[in-house]
């Protein structure tokens, strides 16, 4: 299973080349991205990111101030905004409460960072990963839909799979490096947008056509 891992990561990375995520300019940019890419597509969390910014409103006290309807308001983009607006306010409110600020946050170790941010309404598994690889650079697999689709169309686990055992595929396949978690997962999504999609893919043409 590692050797097969391995292989289908060497193949992505010659196929496709570095993918240079995540997109953002902070560590707190990062993080509010994680949250708003929930059930969407980064165009749409790009958007509301991009509100964010023109107001001067991308930044942990402006946000944690400003009023929750506002905040939904400037984050339509990314859909279902008056929940993440409540989600983004309830992450702000834990992280203040525990740390006082976001490097200290931060600056806890992986298992004990990942606790406290399952613990914040509306964070579940990929999402606190997320915030941990992209946002904090801890290692963390970030495990997604593309990511039990492909593997489940490669016959390298069961669709039955849960998020805890597709992880753990990896984190003993691969070395515990934050770049190499980094671009694999970049280079999943890739592939799962271009080539594995969820109907009509196009697999003939895919890079793991041969795999």
Not at 136 to 152: G, S
Request: charged share 25%; aromatic share 10%; hydrophobic share 40%.
């Amino acid at each position: 299973m590692a050797n097969r891992i391995q292989q289908l990561y060497d193949t992505l990375l010659a196929h496709f080349g570095p993918q240079h995520w995540w997109p953002g300019d902070t560590p707190f940019e990062v993080m509010i991205g994680a949250v708003l890419t929930q059930n969407t597509n980064w165009l749409n969390v790009s958007r509301a990111l991009d509100n964010l910014k023109a107001q001067g409103l991308l930044s942990f006290e402006r946000l944690e101030s400003l009023p929750v309807e506002s905040l939904a308001e400037n984050i339509r983009p990314s859909g279902y905004y008056n929940q993440k607006a409540k989600r983004l306010k309830g992450l702000l409110a834990a992280i203040r409460a525990d740390s006082g600020d976001l490097e200290t946050f931060f600056a806890q170790d992986p298992a004990t960072l990942r606790d406290k941010l399952l613990q914040v309404k509306g964070i579940g598994p990929e999402t606190a990963d997320s915030i941990l690889l992209y946002a904090a650079e801890k290692q963390a697999f970030v495990v997604d839909a593309y990511t039990h689709r492909i593997l489940c169309r490669h016959n390298l686990i069961a669709e039955e799979s849960d998020y805890h055992e597709i992880q753990e595929v990896f984190v003993e396949a691969l070395p515990a490096e934050i770049a190499t978690y980094n671009e694999y997962h970049a280079l999943l999504v890739r592939l799962g947008k271009d080539y594995c999609k969820k109907t009509n893919p196009l697999c003939k043409t895919c890079p793991l056509a041969d795999f």
